[in-house]
């Protein structure tokens, strides 16, 4: 073989080490610190419908009315852990600390789901888990589904309810 051919092999074997090394380092630093999560334009938000469930027996009156002021866990690690939502306008669910409610299992995700208010409405977006967010049994999309105070959430191996 040619000097030059060698040379060329040498680079190339070269370029592709360094692709593989890229690589490993992106994948790394995606698992690590997550993956950035775009803000939902305003309008999507508004435009979320409500989820198609079977009948089930009529809530009282009087929860459609409030709002809700609180997050509660019903089951998970952190039973009983109560999460006031103020005045807050949303609240990020996931693994990662930079949450605003953390859940440290294998089955969440880092950047997992997102609750969020627009006026006395909260809604609920999965933000593409791998293993899905799910709102009164049922798995959600990504799209913003409206939540009812009292409706079990579950999170990876966490389940919450909106409360008044």
Known sequence: MSELVLLVLRIGFLVLLWFFVFGVVYSLRADLFGVRVRKMPAGEA???????????APRPAAASV???SRLVITSGPKVGLEVPLGTADSLSIGRSSESGLVIRD???SSH???LSKRGDIWTLQDLGSTNGTFLDGERLSEKPVQIQIGTPIKVGATTFELRA
């Open 106 to 108: 294998d089955y969440t």
């Open 46 to 56: 508004a435009a979320a419908a409500p989820v198609q469930r079977a009948p089930q």
């Open 112 to 114: 997992h789901a997102r």
């Open 66 to 68: 409030k709002t809700a």
